[in-house]
């Protein structure tokens, strides 16, 4: 018996393309009446930044990360709102959350995808890189390989579509 879908992890990095992955998360919340919760994570300063600036980089790095966290989401809701006169998609009815936590993409993803108690994962590729990651970028990679919960991975045309232009 396979499992049901209610919750769906969409990963994204904001690329101008990546909002062509949330289409596929949006008609997967659609068809069995899940919800989305979105996640961007926001990289880390390296620790060399912050052992040379001590507490004063920190307290940076920290308002650095809300700024961006709060820039990001409001982003986001936009793409909602952009995405609904579009398409007719009720967006922000189907995302129940929008996480930008500090910390590595992979990370972040599995370890939220737990903590949220998603059934599954979506992401978008560019496909980058050489021979191993010639069709999986990385972070899919490491996603695709280090988690028990099923993995959407969706390519991502490499010009514009249209989706959108602004990107999610």
Do not use: W
């Not at 972040?108 to 979506?122: F, M, Q, R, T």
């Not at 021979?131 to 045309?157: C, D, E, N, Q, Y």
Request: glycine fraction near 8%; include cysteine.
């Amino acid at each position: 018996m396979i499992p049901q879908i209610k919750k769906i992890l969409y990963a994204t990095d904001l690329s101008e393309n990546s909002s062509y992955a949330f289409n596929y998360a949006t008609d997967l919340a659609q068809r069995y009446g899940a919800e989305i919760v979105i996640l961007h994570a926001i990289e880390p300063v390296p620790g060399h930044v912050e052992r040379r600036f001590g507490s004063v980089g920190r307290e940076v790095e920290e308002q650095r990360q809300k700024e961006t966290a709060d820039l990001i989401k409001s982003r986001l809701r936009e793409f909602c709102t952009d995405m609904e006169a579009q398409t007719g998609t009720r967006c922000r009815k189907l995302v129940s959350n929008i996480l930008t936590p500090a910390g590595h993409a992979v990370e972040e993803i599995l370890n939220k995808a737990d903590a949220e108690k998603c059934d599954i994962i979506v992401l978008g590729t560019h496909g980058k890189g050489f021979l191993a990651h010639t069709f999986l970028g990385s972070v899919a990679s490491s996603v695709l390989h280090r988690t028990r919960k099923p993995v959407f991975i969706i390519p991502l045309p490499s010009g514009e579509t249209a989706a959108d232009k602004d990107g999610i």
